[in-house]
């Protein structure tokens, strides 16, 4: 399975990007538990939103009311809608999944549920 993101980029801040991340090789794509996380440089990696099977969305909150996570099983893509950009989103941005085992996704803001990454796309945000 392979995930790929894309749409990362040099914004101002209040301005708006759309990252989106492909998934390929996903036998079943609408069981995967999906998220974003962010890693800036010298911090730890950060979930900042996950979505779940039945669409469940749940943010951090840094970025509650900001970003907007959603995914497309019949594209086998998930997005994230950045609106109102600060400085502080400046990270790498990452698209992460793990199967559903049980009838819901359960923690999904813990970076070690994720069995599968992408490489990452990079935000940069200037003031």
């Known amino acids: 399975v392979q995930l790929v993101e894309s749409g990362g980029g040099s914004v101002q801040a209040g301005g708006s990007l759309r990252l989106s991340c492909v998934a390929s090789?996903?036998?079943?794509?609408?069981?995967?538990?999906m998220a974003w996380f962010r890693q800036a440089p010298g911090k730890d990696r950060e979930a900042i939103a996950s979505?779940?099977?039945?669409?469940?969305?749940r943010y951090s909150e840094s970025v509650q009311g900001r970003f907007t996570i959603s995914r497309d099983n019949a594209k086998n893509t998930l997005d994230l809608q950045m609106n109102s950009i600060r400085t502080e989103d400046t990270a790498m941005y990452y698209c992460?999944?793990?199967?559903?085992?049980?009838?819901?996704?359960?923690?999904?803001?813990?970076?070690?549920?994720?069995?599968?990454w992408g490489q990452g796309t990079q935000v940069t945000v200037s003031s």
């Open positions: 992460a999944s793990f199967a559903l085992t049980g009838r819901v996704c359960g923690n999904t803001f813990n970076v070690l549920s994720y069995t599968n």
């Open positions: 090789g996903y036998a079943s794509y609408s069981r995967y538990c």
């Open positions: 979505i779940s099977t039945v669409r469940y969305a």
